[in-house]
């Protein structure tokens, strides 16, 4: 099996070196990992990520390793790019520039409100009450709405990735969401099944398990990710993942070789932890 989403400590908050995060994954028995550390274009200095001029040594690096491991397993390079309409053009530069495998992107900060860190007011229970949780919801969706009018990017990050403190909307956010999808699907984008969130307030997978059974429906692919910030929590969580996955009846599971999307069958008799 894969596991399309790992950190490195080039983003300034992940643990381990790259070299345990491979042995790690070959010990749980995947064919492939992919590096997919943070680019975070429009916070730089804040030490969220990688600076764009340590892409190329984390490119390097990765390359170095795949060679080293390559009997053992597929390494492959990525990045997990930040969404800021400001950086666009310097995104898709970025992306373009290096043989990157795979480029994913996510919303971590809608309309300036931080959604993912410790810090952030949005996961403070005492400022729980000082914030229109609704609002929040809606504007992610529509950060997330806006990042499919561009093209820089194979695979979305943690669809629903707002929930990650267990805050819950007053109402449904399902008409946005199927906009969205109908957008994932004309641009035959990927979407990540991303067990961090079993870790996380959420107690549940991004994107939700209803999320997952619509995706079903308009035929989206699916890449599978375990968001591993330290090397033990490569592959965490997929045998959540893989039941998740057989109750929606999917039979294959998105690979990405230089851009290009491929499937590869689903295995559900060897589960992975
Ligand atoms: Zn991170
Ligand atoms: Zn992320």
Redesign the pocket.
Known sequence: MIDYHV?TRL?N??EGIMQDYILKAIEIGLEEICFLD?LTLQDQGKGLSMTPGEVPFYFQAVQMLKKKYAVQIDVKAGLEIDFSEAHVDMAADIAGTYAFDVIGSSVHFPDGVDIVRRRSAWRNEDNYKDIDIDRVYGQYYETLARMLDYSYFDIICHFDLVKKFGRKPSRSFDEKIIEILKKVKQKNLTIELNTSGYHHAAEESYPAPDIIKKCKDFGISFALGSDA?NPQSVGRYFDKAFQLLQEAGYKEIAVFNKRKKSVISIDYSKAVR
Request: charged share 0%; proline share 0%; aromatic share 0%.
């Open positions: 950190h983003c908050h992940a943070h910030h």
